[in-house]
């Protein structure tokens, strides 16, 4: 059974900083990509940023120039790094990833997600 674990939200000011970390944990054979999804209340979910397993990333427009997403592949882990944290940025945090469990099987995981509160 995979676990995707996150840990690093909570309550911060407009312009402060914040850091997110997801780990990985159970038996699998390899992690493919893993990113960072929010969902505001009364939102759908939606991407913030990716990375591949060889270090490729992509952002959503709202967060380029201040969150960085990175991972450490021998940890089993992706962190996001988010600066600059605006009110609007306030929503559930939720890590992805594909894990494939075998050789010849890959499927998509969720954390349980964590809340991100941004005041003004």
């Known amino acids: 059974q995979v676990h995707l674990v996150e840990s690093g939200g909570g309550l911060v000011q407009a312009g402060g900083s914040l850091r997110l970390s997801c780990v990985a944990t159970?038996?699998?054979?390899?992690?493919?990509?893993m990113g960072w999804y929010c969902q505001a209340p009364g939102r759908q979910r939606e991407l913030v940023a990716t990375?591949?397993?060889?270090?490729?990333?992509n952002y959503s427009d709202g967060v380029k120039g201040r969150f960085t997403i990175s991972r450490d592949n021998a940890k089993n882990t992706v962190y996001l790094q988010m600066n600059s944290l605006k009110p609007e940025d306030t929503a559930v945090y939720y890590c992805?990833?594909?894990?494939?469990?075998?050789?010849?099987?890959?499927?998509?995981?969720w954390g349980q997600g964590t809340p991100v509160t941004v005041s003004s």
């Open positions: 992805n990833a594909g894990v494939r469990t075998t050789f010849w099987r890959a499927d998509d995981y």
């Open positions: 159970g038996s699998f054979f390899s992690i493919t990509y």
């Open positions: 990375i591949t397993s060889g270090g490729s990333t």
